[in-house]
């Protein structure tokens, strides 16, 4: 069985421009949702989609977007990017994230230089 | 705002010994999750705690939550190297079918031989 796959693994951007990544989820799983993890901040939650619908979201700025295709493939759009984004992203799919919880992908690192 | 805090932030001890790790959370939230890191590796589910007095054992470790105090632990028995890793607890908040997780700061364990 698949599991949820993040692509790609490893991006090195500039300050200012912008990143989009990319995140399978296992299929059948309906809700995607996006975590930042940094040394400094930990594990933070980003958004949170199901049924092409963003459902929740966290702490970030609007330069943060996301979104979910009919598949329920999911990508996440950094824009401006700063030093600070630095980060490990994570995708995380469920079929019911109450009662099942969240199969995470690798993730993807992003360094900003 | 939910806080989740984890203690120690970091655990050395011998193989053989046991230990706990604890996850005090600030408001009310009837599910936890347990997850493990490995060093530049993604989240591994471990025990997912849906009620209070909710217990999961998986070999050398068992969680259980106390839902009225506000508390997860995760206890070690016997401890091996293999289990060298970092542990996260994970609060579910939400309702209505979405959900966000919010993470502790993680237990860097490391099990010396």
């Known amino acids: 069985k698949a599991g949820v796959t993040q692509t790609p693994r490893y991006l090195i951007k500039t300050r200012g421009q912008q990143v989009t990544l990319s995140c399978s989820p296992i299929s059948g799983h309906r809700s995607v949702s996006w975590y930042q993890q940094t040394p400094g901040q930990g594990l933070q939650f980003l958004f949170e989609?199901?049924?092409?619908?963003?459902?929740n979201k966290g702490n970030f700025p609007g330069r943060f977007s996301g979104r979910q295709f009919s598949n329920s493939r999911s990508e996440m759009n950094v824009s401006t990017l700063e030093l600070g984004d630095s980060a490990l992203y994570l995708c995380?799919?469920?079929?019911?994230?109450?009662?099942?919880?969240?199969?995470f992908g690798s993730g993807t690192r992003l360094t900003v230089v | 705002e939910l806080k989740v805090e984890q203690n120690p932030l970091f655990l050395s001890m011998q193989e053989g010994k046991n230990y706990t790790i604890y996850c005090n959370y600030s408001?009310?939230?009837?599910?936890l999750y347990w997850y493990r890191q490995d060093p530049g590796k993604s989240l591994e589910s471990l025990f997912v705690l849906l009620s209070n007095g909710a217990v999961k054992q998986e070999g050398r470790l068992m969680a259980s939550l106390d839902t009225k105090a506000r508390l997860s632990t995760l206890h070690i028995t016997a401890a091996v190297h293999d289990l060298s890793a970092t542990y996260f607890c994970a609060v579910v908040m939400g309702s209505r079918g979405t959900y966000k997780y919010i993470f502790g700061t993680g237990t860097r364990l490391k099990v010396l031989a």
């Open positions: 989609y199901f049924s092409e619908t963003q459902r």
């Open positions: 995380a799919s469920s079929r019911d994230a109450a009662n099942y919880g969240y199969t």
């Open positions: 408001t009310t939230s009837d599910r």
